[in-house]
């Protein structure tokens, strides 16, 4: 088996936005927001399935799979593969969004149902260690939790370190499998839940049809380009502060501490711009 990289854009619609096998997405989302019981979810319509990109290394900038279930509930499950500004602000405008067009204007209130967030993060965004965080809207002074309709959980996928043979929980075993598919080759002997076993069946490459991964490397192809324009813009930006810097005579340590690089590499950098400015 050699399974595809899971945050690729076209993998993960595929994987969680598909209609015809939803315990996929059902069995991730009982485990990411720890549902028991009766509040547990047993169906869901999912409501953008996946679809091939139209044009060939089309990427949506953002890649979400929305579902709502029995009761109404609604479920959003974005995959971010990198930071980006206002990130925080776009996240709960469009969580409250979809919250308030549940209904019209003149219609009860009684009829909103809870709208949960999830959002699967390829890099790191909060101060805590851990990689699941849920977020709520609390008392600031008591902590009541009377406001519940709106909640979010995110899994930062470089805080989660453990290994196959470490993994105990439910959700552990699918950020495992989020993270690290790619670099597997067989299902691991620890997967004994129904949905995930699926998950890893339609994220073999042996399993997809030639024009599914024609469409996967595009979208693979389209995120390099992407990452590559966005590191070209953030080292340009860190070198016209390096040049500044120097213009006000700054010591090596101070430009050190101000851009966050190495001062072995600093000092790269630096002989790299007084050659240019020689020439």
């Excluded at 552990?172 to 691991?188: C, G, Q, S």
């Excluded at 590191?231 to 430009?255: G, H, P, Q, W, Y």
Aim: glycine residues 4%; contains cysteine.
């Amino acid at each position: 088996m050699k399974f595809v990289d899971i945050k690729n854009d076209v993998a993960f619609r595929k994987i969680f936005g598909n209609e015809q096998k939803t315990k996929i997405l059902i069995s991730f989302l009982n485990a990411v927001l720890r549902l028991e019981g009766s509040e547990q979810i047993k169906e869901v319509t999912i409501a953008n399935p996946y679809q091939f990109p139209r044009v060939a290394g089309e990427k949506a900038s953002i890649i979400d799979v929305r579902a709502i279930d029995k009761k109404g509930r609604q479920f959003v499950v974005e995959m971010q593969v990198a930071d980006v500004d206002g990130f925080d602000k776009r996240v709960q405008y469009y969580t409250c969004r979809d919250y308030s067009m549940q209904i019209d204007r003149g219609e009860k209130y009684p009829l909103l149902k809870p709208t949960y967030f999830v959002g699967i993060l390829d890099f790191n965004y909060f101060e805590s260690e851990s990689y699941l965080s849920h977020h709520i809207i609390v008392n600031g002074e008591t902590y009541e939790h009377k406001l519940k309709d709106i909640q979010f959980t995110f899994i930062e996928l470089k805080k989660f370190t453990l290994k196959v043979n470490e993994l105990n929980t439910l959700i552990e075993k699918w950020v495992f499998f989020i993270k690290n598919a790619e670099d597997l080759d067989v299902i691991p002997d620890n997967v004994d839940d129904e949905g995930l076993r699926e998950a890893y069946k339609d994220a073999d490459k042996h399993s997809w049809k030639k024009e599914e991964l024609i469409a996967y490397d595009n979208a693979s192809i389209a995120e390099q380009d992407i990452r590559g324009r966005m590191k070209f813009a953030v080292d340009k930006a860190k070198r016209e502060i390096i040049e500044s810097c120097l213009e006000e005579n700054m010591s090596v340590d101070t430009i050190a501490r101000i851009t966050k690089i190495p001062k072995e590499n600093l000092l790269q950098i630096i002989e790299e711009i007084k050659s240019e400015d020689e020439r």
